[in-house]
């Protein structure tokens, strides 16, 4: 099994992770072969990784990007909730 990425403004390497069949179908229309995942399953895939974050539904209208250093304090259980500063390493795709 291979990680799809896809990359930045900046071409820097981000895991894209989406929430239905829809989106994958939009971000890759010529279809491939998928497995789903927890979400849960994507942030330490991230971490274990080069990416500079991860995309949700990249290439839709939703499309989030989430920076790996929000990723890293998730993981580490230090975002209980989110602030201003926070929210600026969230950001439309």
Same mark, same amino acid.
């Given at each position: 099994?291979?990680?799809?990425?896809?990359?930045?403004?900046m071409?820097?390497?981000?895991?894209?992770?989406f929430?239905?069949e829809?989106? #994958?179908?939009?971000?890759?229309?010529?279809g491939?072969?998928?497995?789903?995942? @927890?979400?849960?399953?994507?942030?330490? $895939?991230? %971490?274990?990784?080069?990416?500079?974050?991860?995309?949700?539904?990249?290439?839709?209208?939703?499309?989030?990007? #989430?920076?790996?250093?929000?990723?890293?304090?998730?993981?580490?259980?230090?975002? @209980?909730?989110?602030?201003?500063?926070? $929210?600026? %390493?969230?950001?439309?795709?």
């Amino acid at each position: 099994m291979q990680l799809a990425f896809t990359s930045d403004e900046m071409g820097r390497p981000v895991l894209p992770g989406f929430s239905d069949e829809d989106h #994958v179908r939009q971000w890759l229309p010529q279809g491939t072969d998928i497995a789903g995942a @927890p979400a849960s399953a994507f942030l330490p $895939a991230v %971490l274990s990784g080069p990416f500079a974050g991860l995309v949700i539904n990249a290439r839709s209208e939703t499309s989030v990007f #989430v920076d790996r250093a929000v990723i890293e304090r998730l993981v580490d259980g230090q975002l @209980p909730s989110f602030t201003e500063a926070d $929210a600026q %390493l969230i950001q439309r795709w």
